[in-house]
């Protein structure tokens, strides 16, 4: 004999999550607190090294040519835009899931950030910005003199 869990409330989860997620759809609310408006948010991993920082953002079926990468004021914002396709209908059925349009994602990146030699590149629906460190000032030894 099988047994079956019932939980009850485990649909009014669901169907809360969804209008959430509904309602929540085309706003988002960035590091500032202003809300951005923007189709899509691509999901990104951010690493750090010994000597630079580096950002693996998810962006597949974006041209890398169509994704924007702009850093001022310590602030790194990635925006581009996904275009839409032809679908075609087969026997009155249709199923969408791939996002199009366009996407924005701004971070606020530390003081030893090197914005003069950001550098970003796109691989296989994956866009990989690379954002050197300074060059770490070195406490320097003062030699006491005896009077």
Same mark, same amino acid.
């Given at each position: 004999?099988?047994?079956?869990?019932? =939980?009850?409330?485990?649909?009014?989860?669901?169907?809360?999550?969804?209008?959430?997620?509904?309602?929540?759809?085309?706003?988002?609310? /960035?590091?500032?607190?202003?809300?951005?408006?923007?189709?899509?948010?691509?999901?990104?991993?951010? $690493?750090?090294?010994? /000597?630079?920082?580096?950002?693996?953002?998810?962006?597949?079926?974006?041209?890398? $040519?169509?994704?924007?990468?702009?850093? =001022? /004021?310590?602030?790194?914002?990635?925006?581009?835009?996904? $275009?839409? =396709?032809?679908?075609?209908?087969?026997?009155?059925?249709?199923?969408?899931?791939?996002?199009?349009?366009?996407?924005?994602?701004?971070?606020?990146?530390? /003081?030893?950030?090197?914005?003069?030699?950001?550098?970003?590149?796109?691989?296989?629906?994956?866009?990989?910005?690379?954002?050197?460190?300074?060059? $770490?000032?070195?406490?320097?030894?003062?030699?006491?003199?005896?009077?």
């Amino acid at each position: 004999m099988n047994v079956i869990r019932y =939980e009850p409330w485990s649909f009014m989860s669901q169907l809360h999550n969804e209008m959430n997620r509904l309602f929540d759809h085309g706003t988002r609310v /960035d590091e500032n607190g202003s809300l951005a408006a923007t189709d899509w948010v691509p999901a990104v991993d951010i $690493k750090e090294e010994a /000597d630079r920082f580096v950002l693996h953002a998810d962006v597949p079926g974006v041209d890398p $040519k169509d994704i924007e990468v702009t850093m =001022e /004021d310590g602030t790194l914002t990635i925006r581009g835009e996904r $275009k839409n =396709e032809s679908r075609e209908e087969h026997d009155g059925y249709r199923r969408v899931e791939r996002v199009t349009g366009q996407f924005f994602r701004r971070f606020t990146l530390p /003081d030893t950030a090197n914005a003069e030699g950001v550098s970003a590149r796109g691989n296989h629906g994956v866009l990989e910005v690379s954002i050197p460190k300074h060059a $770490k000032v070195q406490p320097r030894r003062i030699a006491v003199k005896a009077s």
